[in-house]
């Protein structure tokens, strides 16, 4: 019989024992990850990879000294040599006066999401999808992926703590092209099912073709409309740089926890529990997810800890440990911005939408029309590329549109425009009044495929600076 | 079982299966790194990974899965699902795939090391972290950070055609920054650069960069940035340094002439290229000063390796000779796509990775001029160095970039401190406005370029020195 992640995990807390002793605190993890993703580009797929990987972490913390060991080679060898080196390891290094403890034992506040059909598809459920991308586009180059990810994992430690949990999830992104102009339609979902190939290709196309002969405009201040996958970017940059808690902690974020920093139709949640979300619910440290509102109606009201970084400023950890958090920080990353509801305001229920009550044909993204109708000169942005922070602090940051940007007089969209590259700092963009309105929907987009996701509805904003044009 | 042996299993299976032709790399990998803060260590960290990844082709279709498990039955397993991969690839065919031949190799190859870098003791690596990072806090820094890093990979390469290449490659680097926090914004200054410099080279490398040394010059700069004056926003005359220079090598370059990106095979998510291959020989990319080398074979480079993953031999080519673009970096598949008939550079993030065009060392040759001689043949300008920010376009052609540290440029002499310097452009304009050059080559290590989904993590080097270039859009900001 085959160990299991969570046999896997004890087995390894009781080798520390054996090797560095009783008072060793030890954490493990155990994640086991079956990834697939279909690849295609100029309509035929072209790149299609599937590996199944199991890993062992051990964080260890022996007389005061912490060191971190992984390994993907799971034997009965292989774990004890994890053991060996990784307590060799922390003897050896100069002491860890913050480190944190272990976390208590707690019970999940919830199961991941979890889908058998598509943690189990094959090659031939993804490429499947693909062809009715392909097929749905019209005759329109096509590229992109579809992807399927199991993951099953488990927590022990030295403390007592053991969790497992196990989550699925199917993303499909992907471009149809047109003389250089493209579409994109992206979509990420717990299940294989939710993900429609002819009605993510339909769109695609649609957005591709409306983009024919597009025009020049000078850089400068627009009122703009961002589709949601334009403002997944938004989410991506404000967790890793704003909500960061060692970030905060540390002076280097804008987050102030108790101050209006955005416009009241501001809500910003993370909540890995949330149906259709990706992640394990609990951390690299053990400590359940849960839900976390860090912005609420435009106050700033939290930023995510780990062990580490809570400790410092005398906070709890929120549950958002990874791998490498003690450098990086911990971060939201089961992120969304909760859509408008009747009233204007954010809702209480992050709705996540699905391909099936997306209408296709248009160039503008459903969650987006009723928010272009209300712009009397502006822009439309699909989406946003190669997004740098400038400075961390003020969250400036720069990139490019991409997959559609279209000029918007009186409500109407009246011409494609080239790519422009924009100057702008987050915060600022979404600070008290900027806000001009939220789609009702939010639509949950791919994350890197490692369990985070960004969940975002439409967003009109009063100004975005355009810093240059196609020609630079 | 032997490495080898578990290869050449998963590629007979996959044979078995119906695969036209297929390939498998076992790869054992350890990885180390520390970090450290403020005179603290933060976090000790060694990975190690093993496993075997096989590639099979069906038709033009290509299939790959990948095991940690080097056993007989785990390998055939992997090679047969692989070739079923391909199988399903094929309800969404495209053309006819072909390989540019290539002889049959064997061999073995090792990258040089003088201090094997994880027989170092953990000490005396955290010490110098410690220490450095110490030194810069105490000169001022609100936050002082280290971080080293060490690859030790082995690995072997078997394929249907004959191929049998064993390689060793270790890399190391090193580096701190200095962070110092005024009021809305920060400033940093790093040392050797942005992450630090990495080379295919053991620990002598970190060695000779003398962190400690530098502590206090970072914290010194950082906190005289946070009252200098902004950067001027204007065209004006740009002296890059060289570490800046290597990047934008990377990103205007570099990822311009990937094959795989010119014939739309990263379309979706990294982006294509503006380059087209009709004009290939003929295009002109820059100036005459501008003469770039796709090079592999330069000792310690971090790029640098005996054979590329798909068991092509290391070689150097040009890639842009006296201004005008002449070579690409290609695979086996991509080149015969193209109709050209070299290889030599696509390389798999691990056993787990399927192999794909990726950059080795990509730079400048050296030039005629030297810094100085740029700084007084400069009436009014800028010179900027250590990155700090990038971002390009999805062709690569319009770009972005910030710097950590800016100085003014007056009448042939280096002047005031400039905070926030950035410069933006579009790529072969920029190129062709290099009228100098320096010959004080320095072969920059990136070991962070992603490409490829799922995410793969390349290891890339860039020979650069300093250049200045006319015309340049300075000062952007939000």
Known sequence: MTATEADLAEQVVALVREVAGPAAEAEVCVGHVELALTRFANSAIHQNVAEATTTVRLRLHLDGRTAVGSTTVASGDGLRDLVQRTTAAARACPPDPGWPGLAPPALLAGPGDWDDPTAHAGPDARADRVRKFVDAAGGLTTAGYCRTVLCSAAFASSAGQSLAARTSEAAMDAIARLDG???????????????????????????????????????????????????????????????????????????????????????????????????????????????????????????????????????????????????????????????????????????????????????????????????????????????????????????????????????????????????????????????????PVATTLPGDGSGSSWTAPALHLASWHMSGGAGG | MSQFDAATAAVQAALDAGARY????????????????????????????AGVGVRALVGSSWGFYAVPDLSDAAARSAGARATRVAGASARVPGPATGLVPIGAETGSWASGCEIDPLSVPLARKGDLLVHATKAARDAGADHAEGLYQIWDTAKWLVTSEGHRVDQHIRECGAGISATAIGDGETQRRSYPSYRGQYATRGWELVDELELTAHAERVADEARALLAAPLCPAGETTLILGSEQLALQIHESVG?????????GWEAAFAGTSWLELA?????????????????????????????????????????????????????????AAAGLDYAGSVRADGWARLPMVRMTNVGLEPGPHTFDEMVAATDEGVYMDNNRSWSIDDRRLNFQFGCEIGYEIKRGRLGRLLRNPTYTGIGPVFWRSMDMLSGELTAWGTPNCGKGQPTQVGHTGHPAAPARFTGVRVGVRG
């Open chain 2, 279 to 335: 004009q290939l020989g003929s295009l002109r990319y820059g100036s005459d000063l501008m003469n770039i080398t796709i090079d592999p074979t330069i000792p310690g480079a971090l790029g640098s390796f005996g054979y590329d993953d798909e068991g092509t031999p290391a070689a150097r080519r040009d890639a842009v000779r006296e201004g005008r673009w002449v070579g690409v970096l290609a695979g086996r598949d991509s080149a």
């Open chain 1, 181 to 439: 102009a493209d579409g994109v339609a992206r979509l990420s979902s717990a299940r294989l099912a939710d993900i429609d190939g002819a009605v993510l290709g339909r769109r695609a196309a649609a957005k591709a073709r409306a983009c024919a002969a597009p025009v020049d405009l000078p850089p400068g201040r627009y009122e703009v409309v961002l589709e949601p996958p334009a403002v997944a970017d938004l989410l991506v940059n404000l967790s890793m740089a704003g909500f960061n808690g060692k970030a905060w902690a540390e002076r280097r974020s804008f987050a102030e926890p108790g101050v209006a920093q955005f416009d009241p139709a501001v809500t910003l949640v993370d909540d890995v529990l949330a149906a259709g979300r990706p992640g394990l619910p609990f951390d690299a440290e053990g400590t359940p997810g849960r839900r976390l509102v860090l912005v609420e109606a435009g106050v700033t009201r939290a930023v995510a800890h780990d062990r580490r970084s809570a400790a410092k400023v005398g906070a709890a950890s929120t549950g958002h440990a990874t791998p490498g958090a003690a450098r990086l920080g911990a971060f939201p990353s089961s992120f969304a911005l909760l859509p408008a509801r009747a009233g204007g305001t954010a809702s209480d229920a992050d709705t996540a939408r699905t391909a099936d009550d997306t209408p296709v044909g248009a160039a503008v993204d459903p969650a987006a029309a009723a928010l272009v109708a209300g712009v009397a000169r502006g822009l439309l942005v699909t989406d946003l590329w190669y997004t740098r922070v400038l400075d961390p602090k003020s969250l400036v940051v720069t990139g490019l549109t991409r997959n559609g940007v279209w000029l918007v007089e009186d409500g109407e969209l009246t011409r494609p425009v080239t790519n422009l590259r924009f100057t702008q700092s987050y915060p600022l963009a979404l600070a008290p009044g900027a806000v001009l309105g939220l789609g």
């Open chain 2, 255 to 263: 990822h311009a002439i990937e094959l795989d990106r010119i014939l």
């Open chain 2, 22 to 49: 297929a390939d498998a790399r076992v790869m054992h990998r350890r990885y180390e790194s520390m970090s450290a803060r403020n005179g603290e260590i933060e976090e000790l960290t060694q990975r190690e990974d």
